[in-house]
């Protein structure tokens, strides 16, 4: 089982910046796509970002485009989300996510097999 535990969530201002982590311990094996969502109270989990763990190819939600990076230490088993320009609508509990999967079925949080417990990410206006 695979274990991840984000960190790096806190209280922001508009147009400020956070970088969130994903360490992943445990059996890994089988992790090809690690990913970011992010769910708001009262709405649904929504994929953010998303890289592939033996590749360089990363993926973007539309709304994150340009504003967030994410990107991976393979030896360190961790993933990272710089975000930058943040917006109040970027409010959520982050959630990183690994999975073995490919194409646009990736988007898809039923993809995904090992979950973590999340870290909030709070934009004030």
């Known amino acids: 089982q695979v274990q991840l535990v984000e960190s790096g969530g806190g209280l922001v201002q508009a147009g400020g910046s956070l970088r969130l982590s994903c360490e992943a311990s445990?059996?890994?094996?089988?992790?090809?796509?690690m990913a970011w969502f992010r769910q708001a109270p009262g709405k649904e989990g929504e994929f953010v970002a998303g890289?592939?763990?033996?590749?360089?190819?990363?993926y973007y939600a539309e709304s994150v485009k340009g504003r967030f990076t994410i990107s991976k230490d393979n030896s360190k088993n961790t993933v990272y989300l710089q975000m930058s320009s943040l917006k109040p609508e970027d409010t959520a509990l982050y959630y990183c996510?690994?999975?073995?999967?490919?194409?646009?079925?990736?988007?898809?949080?039923?993809?995904?097999?090992?979950w973590g417990q999340g870290t909030q990410v709070t934009v004030s206006s």
């Open positions: 445990g059996r890994t094996g089988d992790t090809y796509v």
């Open positions: 890289i592939r763990w033996h590749a360089d190819s990363t």
């Open positions: 996510a690994s999975g073995l999967c490919l194409g646009s079925g990736c988007y898809s949080t039923r993809a995904y097999d090992f």
